[in-house]
């Protein structure tokens, strides 16, 4: 049901409910305040969160620092078993690409979206139109401690609440004044931070109460060349082919792939490798040429023999990694890319500011205003070609920098062309750009309320809250694929015997360029027909000749040509209003029966624009009789624009929903001998969208205490996810994708085009978490909980991404998926996969969380001051699955990125005012390939674990006019172990989720008055 058409006087409903409230109680009820506590997960009044139904983690400001001192939030909470693959700004993954730009929370690996934040019980406006909450702007200066909820818990506070709940609490009764300063660098001497705070608070007369804090930070880019790396784990790791494989059943004990150090490609290189082919895939028929592998000197001028390695996989044969091991091309590859470790430049600024006013004993007012930007960016990255795969470069006899040795050998072959593979580049060089990029959010967000307590005992709460978060990205230089091959096709203008391109022989009108077969029934990526096969711009006019032939052989003016900027600005507002009432309803035969019971409004909408001429143009077609010629399938059925692997576009939309809810807490049994009871939790959220209607959820909870000891709890939920402006209109995320084809075994780059799709339906998740904790009355200080859940998600929206769709469809015979995959007609090959959102039957995730403390007061100096704390966290993941529409589930628990066991140890001792305290973390080895066999696809299928241990001294001590003050020095990968070494089939690269930086120092000072 569609209720735009009745929002107007709902509005005006829930204001004069919110009005009313706070004259109802200003004068008319008296009684004695209480002390407001919140309890993530539930709406009830509790004093206790760790003795509710639902799994609560709480971790304090100092326990969270700890994880990862000088780092931000998302990156600290990266440590608690929970969270897996959590992004933070600093991590991004480039400009203009989803979930690109911002620190995200993402608990299960279940994605960031399905993950609730809070920000003191209150939803926060999303940083873009993911519908994911960037927290780089939360003021943690103010934060009193995190609570993390496993399991859903849509019930208590609505959508998205699928993987759980994260609930930033504030100190809002903070007094006093308090700041910290750090400094931090990597041990290879980059990567250098700053960070600072500032926070207050202070009562102004009996009834007014301020807070404040104001933060920054700066972390400098990590860009380290893979020539730099120690040589004991970065050797180019890679697959090759086994030269003894022939088939899996003509060789079944034969693993088709080796593990091999120092890989490279057999196909392409940094200064173009020569391939005469009839056809444009790798295993096209060659043609008889006496430079058909050869390889570009640096200059372009001359050709040499391509040097092969000790393994060889040549790329022309069917499942060939089109690799070789340790050659000298190895060496030179290695200083061509830039696989090493690299981190984002950083900056971060946010204020934050509230108060509180008591207008009575029994009303209270509340404002609180809240500002940051967050801007990452990736400078001085070097540029690399694409010129590979089915996105080669055609060099025609005629090409004015051919060396006459070339022009001579193609003449005795009778050819008039060939393939150019090239792929990489020299720092230094001047070569086709991949350009500066940069992504800054900001974020405005205010909210008003008041809380009244009523003589019954009651309380309510009324507030209302506005927010718009800002996004404005750009890559300037991104490349031009029109302009890349007009500039490439250089020729000798016959009349003055000038370079020029060959398309300027020609100039045709736009009349002509509109009227070329090549675009005839072929529409834009922003709709109607194309008006030309290349841009409309000065493409024809300013033309550059460059040689493509070499490395670095392009003018500064040919590099300028082949780029152009790229930018988009982007809007999210978010009004949310809501009215809260809680209390106790009566007293039952075990115990008080608790309720609270609410109604809500909120809107959001958003907006974005592309700000980029060429989205009316594209994919460039190939037009020989007017000059344009050379673009490869890859490019010409690959990209929808003129811009390299992209597909973004303007969008907008909004939406709106109404809900009510009520929870109820039922205390069934409780024991007059003893310690036994059981308590029980029902909640009901009815929830009336704008796009979709009506939609419910529940969740059902009981607490045992069985005896002293031992408690026992389990919930059932059923929880619902709108899905996001993106999934619905997709105004994020067209790039490229490098997968391997099941039906070539080769890898070669494909344009993935993401697509929204506005008629998803809601995700419905149903959730069942059971455990226990135990606090042994024999062993003062222990305790011990253990939690098993179960999220089953159906009708989740999904974006498989390209290798699960490739292989879904050619190794599961998914055909819902092989219509996903567009092929080149005449080659075969894979030109386009479109990775669009769709809801998939079903996503599922099972594991158990264990957490063990145990807190004691040592005496092994005989100070009496001393104490020790420790705490172990642990996630095992026993499923991680997606299941496509009329497809097979495909488990990917323990796979890459899904590691089946994560830990995290934490040892704290003090003595007097020295504190030492030692880390362990740790992650379970994992798949390269889950739908790999050891032995069969692959000699070494396994990536080893991780291992990290963090080291912190401490000092503090107190000032002579009061206050304290505390000195810490962290030491992040104490061993300054590596990462992982990740093989692929052009070499290693580093595998999330693991310390890429090394041993990382970080000191930091903090005062308190």
Not at 373 to 400: K, V
Not at 897 to 926: D, E, F, H, V, W
Request: aromatic share 10%; hydrophobic share 35%; glycine share 12%.
């Amino acid at each position: 049901m569609n209720i735009s058409g009745v929002l107007p006087s709902r509005k005006k409903l829930l204001a004069v409910a919110i009005a009313c409230g706070g004259l109802w109680s200003s004068g008319l009820f008296a009684a004695d305040a209480i002390e407001e506590v919140t309890v993530t997960g539930s709406r009830l009044r509790q004093t206790d969160g760790f003795t509710t139904p639902v799994p609560v983690t709480a971790v304090t400001l100092p326990e969270l620092t700890t994880f990862d001192p000088g780092g931000t939030v998302s990156e600290q909470l990266n440590g608690l078993p929970q969270f897996f693959g959590n992004r933070s700004a600093q991590s991004s993954p480039g400009a203009m690409r989803a979930n690109s730009g911002s620190s995200q929370l993402d608990m299960r690996n279940l994605g960031s979206n399905r993950t609730l934040v809070l920000l003191d019980g209150s939803r926060v406006v999303p940083a873009d139109s993911t519908g994911v909450v960037g927290i780089d702007t939360f003021p943690t200066a103010l934060m009193k401690n995190v609570e993390v909820v496993t399991g859903g818990a849509s019930a208590a506070y609505g959508a998205d609440a699928l993987g759980g709940v994260v609930n930033f609490v504030l100190n809002r009764e903070y007094e006093g004044f308090k700041a910290e300063v750090g400094t931090g660098v990597t041990e290879f001497g980059d990567g250098a931070r700053w960070n600072a705070s500032m926070a207050g608070g202070t009562k102004i007369g009996e009834r007014l109460h301020v807070i404040g804090s104001v933060e920054t930070l700066h972390i400098d880019q990590i860009l380290r060349d893979p020539t730099q790396l120690d040589a004991s784990w970065w050797q180019r790791w890679g697959w090759v082919t086994n030269p003894a494989w022939v088939s899996a059943t003509a060789t079944p004990n034969v693993p088709q792939r080796l593990t091999l150090p120092w890989v490279s490609s057999t196909e392409s290189t940094p200064t173009g490798m020569i391939w005469a082919r009839n056809g444009s895939a790798s295993t096209s028929p060659l043609i008889p040429f006496a430079l058909n592998g050869y390889t570009f000197t640096n200059d372009g001028q001359n050709v040499r023999a391509f040097i092969k390695g000790d393994v060889y996989a040549a790329p022309n044969l069917n499942g060939s990694t089109k690799s070789q091991s340790n050659s000298p091309e190895s060496q030179i590859a290695n200083r061509a890319f830039e696989n090493g470790p690299y981190g984002a430049e950083t900056h971060g600024r946010s204020g934050f500011t509230a108060l509180k006013y008591d207008f009575t004993d029994n009303l209270s007012g509340f404002a609180q205003f809240l500002i940051g930007r967050s801007e990452t960016g990736s400078p001085g990255r070097r540029s690399r070609y694409n010129l590979q795969g089915t996105s080669f470069a055609t060099i025609f006899r005629d090409n004015a920098f051919l060396p006459k040795e070339v022009a001579d050998a193609m003449d005795t072959a009778g050819i008039t062309s060939f393939q150019l593979h090239k792929q990489g580049s020299f720092l230094g060089d001047n070569n086709i750009g991949l350009g500066d990029g940069k992504e800054i959010f900001t974020t405005i967000s205010w909210s008003v309320g008041a809380d009244i307590h009523l003589s019954n005992d009651w309380d309510a709460r009324v507030s209302w809250q506005s927010g718009r978060s800002e996004n404005n990205a750009g890559l300037f230089g991104q490349t031009r694929i029109d302009r890349v091959f007009l500039g490439m096709d250089a020729v000798r203008d016959p009349k003055t015997g000038a370079i020029v391109c060959r398309v300027q022989l020609f100039n045709p009108t736009e009349a002509q360029l509109a009227a070329t077969p090549a675009i005839q029934g072929k529409t834009s990526v922003i709709g109607g027909p194309l008006r030309s096969p290349i841009g409309l711009d000065n493409s024809i006019r300013d033309c550059v000749p460059y040689n493509v032939m070499g490395a670095g052989n392009m003018s500064r003016a040919a590099v300028e040509y082949t780029m152009s900027p790229r930018t988009e600005l982007s809007h999210v507002e978010q009004d949310f209003a809501e009215a809260v009432l809680n209390g106790d309803l009566f007293q039952g035969w075990s115990g008080p029966i608790s309720f609270a019971a609410g109604l809500n409004w909120r809107q959001q909408s958003f907006k974005q624009w592309i700000n980029s001429t060429v989205y009316e143009f594209g994919p460039p077609q190939n037009a020989p009789e007017l000059g344009i010629r050379g673009i490869p399938p890859g490019y010409t059925g690959g990209s929808e624009t003129l811009h390299q692997t992209s597909s973004l576009r303007d969008s907008s939309g909004d939406l709106d929903v109404w809900e009510a809810f009520g929870e109820l807490g039922v205390p069934v049994y409780k024991s007059t001998t003893g310690p036994q009871s059981i308590d029980t939790s029902l909640a009901y959220r009815n929830s009336d969208y704008s796009r979709i209607g009506r939609v419910q959820s529940w969740k059902i909870g009981v607490n045992i205490q069985a005896f002293e000891d031992l408690r026992l709890r389990f919930t059932r939920s059923r929880d619902v996810r709108e899905p996001t402006f993106t999934e619905l209109y997709n105004n994020r995320g067209g790039q490229g994708g490098n997968p391997e084809d099941p039906l070539t075994g080769n890898s070669y780059l494909v344009t993935v085009r993401a697509g929204g799709n506005p008629n998803l339906n809601p995700e419905v998740g149903n959730t069942m978490v059971a455990g226990f904790v135990y606090q042994p009355s024999w062993f003062e200080g222990l305790q011990v909980s253990s939690d098993y859940y179960d999220v089953q998600i159906k009708d989740a929206v999904s974006s498989l991404g390209v290798q699960r769709i490739v292989d879904g469809c050619y190794i599961q015979k998914d055909e819902s998926l092989c219509n996903a995959i567009t092929r080149d007609p005449t080659t075969g090959l894979i030109t386009m996969i479109a990775n669009g959102y769709l809801n998939v039957a079903q996503a599922r995730v099972r594991g158990v969380d264990t957490e063990v403390v145990y807190r004691t007061k040592p005496n092994f100096f005989g100070t009496g001051d001393e104490s020790f704390n420790l705490r172990g966290l642990a996630g095992s993941l026993i499923e991680r699955s997606d299941t496509p529409l009329d497809g097979l589930p495909l488990n990917v628990a323990g796979a890459l990125g899904n590691p089946k066991l994560t830990a995290n140890l934490t040892a704290n001792y003090r003595i007097g005012s020295y504190g030492i305290q030692l880390q362990q973390r740790y992650i379970a080895s994992t798949k390269l390939n889950i739908n790999w066999v050891e032995g069969r696809d692959v000699d070494k299928l396994w990536l080893t674990s991780g291992n990290y241990t963090n080291l912190r001294l401490s000092k503090e001590g107190e000032l002579q006019k009061g206050g304290s003050w505390t000195v810490a020095l962290n030491v992040n990968n104490l061993f300054d172990r590596p990462p992982a070494i990740q093989p692929g089939s052009t070499g290693q690269s580093i595998p999330g989720g693991y310390d890429q930086f090394g041993r990382r120092y970080q000191l930091s000072m903090n005062l308190s008055f």
